[in-house]
Every structure is written in structure tokens, then in C-alpha cells.
């Protein structure tokens, strides 16, 4: 899933708009973006009791989607795919299949 930390003084739209650039070559509506939630969970690949913290959002980007930067491929997965992702992308799978966004 594309994200990343947030700079200093930066907020969650800013740090949105700025990694959705980078990672992915769109740029998002910033008036389109909607809270959804707020998922935590053990960070993949760290110390043992290094907790991630996800703040997502949905919303409508223009441009075509591409990967850059710190991304090296872009697959579309499903529900189906649930066991490649993290722990913390397996809650916000979950969530977002309940809510009908996922298949």
C-alpha cells in the first residue's frame, strides 16, 4: 500500500498528497479524501514490540497510477491475496472487505 511517514509539520493531507506523488506519479483531490480509520498492529520486519500505525483515507487522485520512487511494482490485489500483505495491511484488508470496498 502506498504511504509513508509524515515530515515535520506536515499533516495527514500533506503527507498523503506529497507520497502519492512520489511513490505513484498521481495527484490526489485533497477535497475528495475521507478518514476511515485508524489500524495498528506489529511492524513487519522490525524489533519485537515495534507497533505500526496506519491513518487511512480514501479519495480521488488524477493522473495515472505508475510506480516510482520507493516503489518497484504495482499489483491489484484482493481478499483472496489477504496472506501477502502485512499484519497491519491484513486488519485494514478485513476492514475494508466488511465495508463491500474489497472483493
Known sequence: MPGGKREPRESDTQTLYREMKEELQVLLDT????????FEAPAHGLQPGTI???????????????PDSEIS???????????????????IFDFLYKKGYLK
Do not use: Q
Open 31 to 38: 477535497s475528495s479524501l475521507k478518514f476511515i480509520g485508524i
Open 52 to 66: 505500526v500505525r496506519m491513518r487511512c483515507y480514501t479519495g480521488d487522485y488524477s493522473g495515472e497510477l505508475c
Open 73 to 91: 511494482e504495482m499489483v491489484w490485489l484482493s481478499y483472496a491475496d489477504r496472506n501477502m500483505v502485512s499484519e497491519v495491511d491484513k486488519l
